[in-house]
């Protein structure tokens, strides 16, 4: 079976690394798969020496076409299989008209349960199947120990990586981890951020002017544990020995398709708190933070399709998620076996979505 392989693979972002991920994970099965790049951004990756060796077979003959990006801009042919990959983070998109473009498709690949459920509540009529996101687990196994931050010694810390967008929910990070923890708490917050549209510079005094503003409207003390913020592209084995020495990674966002920091962590042997009834659920060793169903609001931040109130995501509880990162944090320090058992356990998740694990998957997927 030869499969065209349609996506923004060599984009810097989550996006793009997964669609990289899923390319190499069907040649590690032995698909004959050719891709061919498209872009959403001006951050690109270096070079894939085996994604090059793949971009100069011929797309002739094809079985298969996999288009992984955003549904309005798919297409059919009739000359062979079309299936189209998306994400999506809410409990419906019919708003959007998105189904209307899938339905054009012969069958839809989703990352998680949630989205399978909201693809038919969504309209989607075409046959959607699970088809989990990976990494190649090999490079957590050893991670160098090249970066590091002063703060971190002696401290237990918490670890967020992401965009600062409305979906993240950080403001109520940093509600709940300021109102929990006493600055005199050998406790951090460390965050990785990025802004769309925002100098590493601008993105920082973003965040700083986000986290003022949270410490002001608390009422709680005079001073505030500075948080631990880093903005700007990281290489991935600096940003990796920078997680490494973190504890606990915390996701709070209002909807996740999947989240491959999360994974990250795990296979580093990094226990996740997450947002109930997300696609994390189907991945994610940890603490769950109780959430309920509220409509979308503020997401001024993304396409104006999407997120609008007249759909619905998931709000973790504030005051739920300030106990969970107490008890992490109360775990750890007093129950180190019930930790160090969290951490195997995060480790062993991790691995069931190794590239090669997945990739197999994907194969099976495209035989059914």
Request: aromatic share 10%; charged share 20%; with cysteine.
């Amino acid at each position: 079976m030869k499969v065209l392989y349609i996506g923004n693979y060599n984009d810097r972002t989550g996006w793009g690394n997964a669609c990289l991920n899923n390319i190499l994970a069907l040649d590690s099965a032995g698909v004959n798969v050719v891709p061919r790049a498209i872009t959403f951004n001006d951050s690109h990756n270096t070079s894939n020496q085996r994604i090059a060796e793949l971009e100069g077979q011929s797309e002739q003959g094809v079985d298969v076409c996999i288009q992984h990006t955003l549904p309005p801009l798919y297409s059919y042919n009739s000359r062979f299989k079309n299936i189209g990959i998306f994400y999506t983070e809410t409990a419906t998109f019919s708003e959007t008209m998105w189904h209307k473009h899938i339905n054009l498709l012969d069958e839809a690949w989703v990352p998680n349960n949630q989205m399978i459920t909201a693809s038919q509540k969504s309209g989607v009529t075409i046959p959607v199947k699970l088809a989990p996101l990976c990494l190649p687990m090999e490079d957590y196994q050893n991670i160098e120990d090249c970066a590091n931050v002063g703060e971190f010694s002696g401290c237990f810390n918490f670890c967020f990586v992401g965009e600062i967008v409305k979906r993240k929910n950080i403001e109520t990070l940093l509600r709940a981890f300021h109102t929990e923890f006493h600055p005199s708490e050998p406790v951090n917050l460390f965050l990785k951020l990025s802004k769309p549209g925002y100098s590493h510079d601008e993105t920082l005094k973003y965040f700083d002017t986000l986290s003022d503003n949270v410490k002001q409207a608390l009422k709680i003390r005079k001073s505030y544990r500075k948080e631990i913020a880093i903005t700007g592209h990281l290489e991935s084995r600096h940003l990796h020995s920078l997680m490494d020495k973190c504890d606990c990674f915390v996701m709070p966002s209002f909807g996740e398709a999947w989240c491959i920091p999360a994974l990250e962590s795990m296979a580093m042997g990094i226990p996740v708190i997450h947002t109930a009834n997300t696609g994390m659920d189907d991945f994610c060793v940890g603490w769950k933070v109780p959430s309920s169903p509220a409509p979308c609001y503020m997401a001024t931040d993304s396409m104006d399709s999407v997120y609008t109130s007249l759909t619905r995501w998931m709000e973790p509880d504030l005051e739920s998620l300030c106990s969970i990162m107490r008890v992490a944090y109360e775990t750890y320090k007093n129950n180190p076996k019930e930790y160090n058992a969290k951490k195997d356990d995060s480790m062993a998740k991790a691995r069931e979505y190794d590239i090669k694990c997945i990739g197999k998957k994907l194969k099976e997927l495209l035989y059914e």
